[in-house]
């Protein structure tokens, strides 16, 4: 396959990606039309559906490691300042903008992409899983990473500006509760105001020592969603605050944790499966990349993915950049897609190679 072809078809999978919706959770009529597609391009390979997470299997003509490629198909939900439709793919100029143009549909199609252009490999085995739910954390990679054929190494498509990622925070989703006692807004003395509480709780949670020396400064933990009170005339009993915590090494899960239920809070902890990764800066993936790529530097990965799941080295690689994440107007820069092209099918390439001579 022409990289002209492989990069022009992979332009008109993305457009046709955007224009169906596919937030965490409602993925079915996104991998309906990836499985699809896949069956075309990857014919002679054996591909499995698991919920909406799609695997495809490419075995080498001789024995080898075998490398994991994974991306996620799902994104997180519009907000209501997009200028642009989030499903309309409109391009203008280089930039593509759709929701999930940039996170991750852009390294998803590269994926498949390079896949293509390499075709059967000369030796090991390739494995492609296009997951589900990768913004929630539930029915996607980690619930299907057991029973995947046993890989060596890893590649997580995300945005790094084609920068390789070797490390990643942890995450955790948590729900504070502040509570008080209900009475009418006009005898308040008669309650307590459970909105005294929450200010209490949040001096709390600020005073909480988390910087550390690892690459990001510390771990991180804020209110994102808060929700309290019934009436405008009526003393609230509960304020409810939902936090999104990223960790660090030494700042990790279970450091917060400790250090929140110290503090005497009130917590219910609703997701904590990501736990903070580094990975050997000596394993064969990482100098895979850097055999082809030694200009290019490291890069400290902001947010957190599939990753964490993962069971041997990996890195995270991608087209495009974290900050053109989960806001209005996402984008995708086309030129970057073709270079990522480039990028993945070299680094696959040299590390079955080079693994395969060791």
Known sequence: ????????????????????????GREDAATQFLQSKLKLYFPQSRMDRKGNNLVVESIGETDGPTLLLCSHLDTVEALDSWTYDPFGAQQVGDKLYGLGSNDAGASLVSLIAAMRLIGKPKAGRIILALVAEEEVGSQGFYTIEPSLPRYDAAIFGEPTNLKMATSMRGAMRLKLRSRGIGCHASVPWEGDNATDKFVQDIQALRAIDLKDDSPWGGSTIEPTLINGGRTA???????????????????????ILRSIQDADMEIEVLFNRRKPMFND?????????????????????????????ATAPSIILGPGELKVAHVADEYTELLAIKEAIS??????????SDCGES
């Open 343 to 352: 990028v993945y099918k070299s680094v696959i390439e040299t590390y079955l």
């Open 281 to 309: 800066p000596q394993s064969k993936i990482v100098k895979a990349f850097q055999k082809h790529y030694p200009s290019l530097d490291e890069c400290v990965f902001d947010g957190t993915c599939d990753m964490a799941f």
């Open 1 to 24: 396959m022409l990289f002209a072809n492989a990069y022009s078809e992979a332009i008109d999978l993305l457009k046709e990606l955007i224009k169906i919706p596919s937030s965490s």
């Open 233 to 255: 005339n009526q003393i609230p009993d509960l304020i409810e605050t939902t936090l999104d915590v990223r960790t660090t090494p030494k700042k990790n899960n279970e450091w």
